[in-house]
């Protein structure tokens, strides 16, 4: 049997991402017909079929789920190889695809790829914003090396690397009951006032579980997509939130008051740990534990965030 090349099996697979021929062209930067050969090309190797054509996309077949399975376990083997070559060749150089969750990236970014840069001037490096279920999707299948995100979440077998804690302050309006304590209490998370991200974002799943708060119906809340929308919405009097301590001093707008809650060694209070994670078969692993390290040098001031007492802005 002929062999199966690594051009044909990056189509099979992302028209199996994209569930459409035309779309998966355009991904990869080929026309749909050279595309739609190299897939027939592939059936004919395989002696398969791999999609159900239809006016409407493309289905993966069952055959074609289990085929398109160890795919992407050979081209992540092809990846690590890449890797490894250059990891040897010369540490710290080439490319590095780093991933971020919206509500760390925005607020740690800044102030670490400057560093990287300074460190690793020969390092080029590459940044993706997405959701945590899909940057661990992306890292698991090779299209990301390193991910910056929370590490209270399930990350399907990643390599984890704690960096610091990340409190959560209770955001409200000037005025509001909840701000007359200099410490926030978790009796202040009032359920049909407490505005959350929308579902998808793991901040909120840590707010829920964290603070032991029964999930939400789609129906009974307010959600925003990102941080800033929220806390508008709260100095605006539209309710309450939690706050990643992280994103204070850059969401933080006129009106709003902060409060911390109680914290100690012994019963911490509401929070999430922020980390990195990669692959536990990368090549660079080593590095990413030398990336680490450098990340918690310049983040130890955010680290070291503990003060117990009330902010107004």
Same mark, same amino acid.
């Given at each position: 049997?002929?062999?199966? &090349? ?69 081209? &992540? ?89 990340? !409190? $959560? ?7 509001? !009951? ?18 959350? %991200? @929308? @579902? ?21 809340? $307010?959600?925003? &997509? ?9 100095? &605006?009097?539209? +309710? ?20 911390? $809650? ?13 980390? %990195? ?5 990368? !090549? ?8 680490? +390290?450098? $990340? ?18």
């Amino acid at each position: 049997m002929e062999r199966p &090349s690594i051009r044909q099996l990056e189509c099979a697979l992302a028209v199996e991402r994209h569930a459409n021929f035309s779309r998966a062209a355009e991904a990869l930067y080929l026309s749909q017909p050279a595309l739609s050969n190299q897939i027939k090309q592939l059936e004919a190797q395989l002696g398969l079929i791999l999609f159900e054509r239809g006016r409407h996309g493309a289905r993966t077949t069952p055959e074609g789920q289990a085929v398109l399975a160890r795919a992407r376990v050979v081209l &992540s083997d092809v990846d690590a190889l890449s890797e490894q070559a250059a990891s040897l060749a010369a540490p710290f150089q080439g490319d590095l695809r780093l991933g971020a969750i919206p509500t760390v990236a925005p607020y740690l970014l800044p102030t670490l790829v400057p560093a990287v840069r300074e460190v690793y001037p020969d390092l080029r490096l590459f940044l993706r914003e997405e959701r945590t279920a899909e940057l661990v999707r992306l890292c698991l299948e090779g299209q990301l090396d390193i991910l910056l995100l929370a590490l209270d979440v399930e990350l399907g077998g990643l390599t984890e690397h704690f960096l610091f804690e990340d !409190p $959560f302050l209770l955001a409200a309006r000037k005025g509001h !009951p909840a701000t007359r304590r200099k410490l926030a209490r978790e009796e202040d998370l009032n359920l049909s006032e407490l505005l959350l %991200l @929308d @579902d998808g974002h793991c901040l909120r799943e840590h707010a829920l579980s964290q603070c032991n708060l029964p999930a939400r119906s789609s129906e009974d809340d $307010f959600r925003a &997509s990102s941080l800033g929308t929220l806390v508008q919405m709260v100095a &605006s009097g539209l +309710g309450v939130t939690l706050l990643p301590s992280i994103a204070a001093d850059v969401e933080a707008t006129e009106g709003l008051e902060l409060r911390p $809650f109680p914290s100690t060694r012994k019963q911490p209070g509401p929070g999430r740990r922020i980390g %990195l994670a990669w692959r536990p078969t990368s !090549p660079r692993a080593s590095q990413y534990e030398e990336l680490a +390290g450098l $990340f918690s040098d310049v983040l130890e001031p955010l680290a070291q965030w503990r003060d117990p007492g009330p902010q107004v802005i």
